[in-house]
């Protein structure tokens, strides 16, 4: 009963620190691009997914910074 309760403790912890805490912080990212707020990257902390994701969303931020400033010429 222990190593369920050390396993699934153990899980949670993992879980919480390396995919919910970076997913949450490229939402932040994604919510601020969405206020308007082209200025700041998303950080990039790692090469996995999250990683790519995080420079994917950054490339999409500076595309649309730069559309919104032909347009506004």
């Known amino acids: 009963m222990l190593f369920v309760l050390v396993t699934a403790l153990a899980v949670t912890t993992f ?7 970076p ?5 932040t990212g994604v ?3 969405d ?3 082209y200025g ?5 902390r790692s090469r996995d997914e999250l990683g790519r994701l995080a420079l994917d969303v950054n490339t ?3 595309s649309i910074a730069r559309y919104l400033g032909e347009i506004t010429e």
């Open 35 to 37: 206020g308007g707020d």
């Open 40 to 44: 700041t990257p998303i950080e990039v």
């Open 15 to 21: 879980v919480k620190r390396f995919v919910k805490r």
């Open 60 to 62: 999409m931020r500076d």
């Open 23 to 27: 997913v949450a912080l490229r939402a």
């Open 31 to 33: 919510v601020r691009i």
